[in-house]
């Protein structure tokens, strides 16, 4: 499976920005896409997770509310909307995918550890 994020970019606080992930290869063999960002000098943290299962969402609570992850089937692309940006989402961006099972989804769905496939990222500068 490769993942090609795009759509980063710089943005006013209060702005918006609508980072995609378009996924290509065996993507049947997933069920789980999630985006994860990292600043500078941080770890990696989860952002928000799609499940084809239902549809189920999940999302870090520092962006619930703001963010919307969603998915497009013609495209095989997953979106990340991005309202009310703050200058602490200033992060690289990382799409993943994942196959987890259903019953433990919410669980495994925000821990990088569990997503095999990742794209290369991309940076999303908010200013003050």
């Known amino acids: 499976v490769q993942l090609q994020a795009s759509g980063g970019g710089l943005v006013q606080a209060g702005g918006s920005l609508r980072l995609s992930c378009a996924a290509s290869?065996?993507?049947?063999?997933?069920?789980?896409r999630g985006w994860f960002r990292q600043a500078p000098g941080k770890e990696r943290e989860f952002v928000a997770a799609y499940s084809w299962s239902g549809g189920r969402t999940h999302y870090a609570d520092s962006v619930k509310g703001r963010f919307t992850i969603s998915r497009d089937n013609a495209k095989n692309t997953v979106y990340l909307q991005m309202n009310s940006l703050k200058p602490e989402d200033t992060a690289v961006y990382y799409c993943?995918?994942?196959?987890?099972?259903?019953?433990?989804?919410?669980?495994?769905?925000?821990?990088?550890?569990?997503?095999?496939?990742w794209g290369q990222g991309t940076l999303v500068t908010v200013s003050s």
């Open positions: 290869g065996r993507t049947f063999s997933t069920n789980t």
């Open positions: 993943a995918a994942a196959s987890l099972y259903v019953s433990n989804w919410y669980d495994r769905s925000d821990q990088t550890t569990e997503y095999d496939y």
